[in-house]
């Protein structure tokens, strides 16, 4: 899982936290992923739709019912204007594209403590052009949190409207991004 702020006046995407465990069962990632925020909207693969061997429920769903606020819809590219949600496919390349256009204008930034989501940067490659799909989990989920930023929310708990219209913090532990 990666987590993603979105500052929608430069539409800069910045990756701030990254969790990657391997061999673990959902109860552990769903604890994982809420102790960030359960406020925070959660992109899914296609696989989500998945069934567990044993349960026979599908794994998003799994996770929604440990409490993880899963976004309604799989991930996907956005729909074409006037178009039905979910009907922007689930191609890799428009959201590659996305991912590196933004790169090159600098508009996508990476916390540079985050180093397995580095390592894998490094090692994400192609071959016989198409991407290699081994140890790419926070690639992936870049590339998902990305194509579903239509969804991104915006905290308000523990915040303040002014007679202004802006937000000003009322929990003194709360950080403010800016």
Same mark, same amino acid.
């Given at each position: ?66 409490? $993880?606020?899963?976004?309604?819809? !799989?991930? @996907? ?9 979910? #009907?922007? *496919? &689930? ?62 929310? $915006?905290?308000?708990?523990?915040? !303040?409207? @002014? ?9 003194? #532990?709360? *950080? &403010?991004?800016?």
């Amino acid at each position: 899982a990666v987590w993603i702020a979105w500052d929608r006046d430069t539409d800069t995407v910045h990756v701030y936290d990254a969790y990657r465990v391997k061999e673990q069962i959902p109860v552990f990632h769903a604890a994982a992923i809420k102790a960030r925020g359960v406020w925070i909207p959660v992109s899914w693969p296609h696989d989500g739709f998945a069934r567990d061997k044993g349960s026979g429920v599908a794994i998003a769903q799994q996770y929604k019912n440990l409490g $993880v606020n899963m976004l309604r819809y !799989r991930a @996907t590219n956005p729909p074409l204007q006037g178009k039905l949600e979910g #009907s922007g *496919g &689930v191609g890799v390349e428009p959201g590659i594209m996305d991912l590196l256009e933004r790169m090159q204008t600098g508009r996508f930034k990476v916390a540079t403590h985050l180093l397995e989501w580095w390592e894998e940067f490094r090692l994400y490659h192609r071959k016989d052009g198409q991407i290699v799909k081994e140890n790419e989990d926070l690639m992936a989920a870049t590339r998902y949190a990305v194509m579903m930023l239509r969804f991104a929310k $915006v905290q308000t708990d523990g915040m !303040r409207k @002014t007679t202004q219209g802006a937000y000003m913090q009322t929990d003194a #532990s709360m *950080g &403010v991004l800016g």
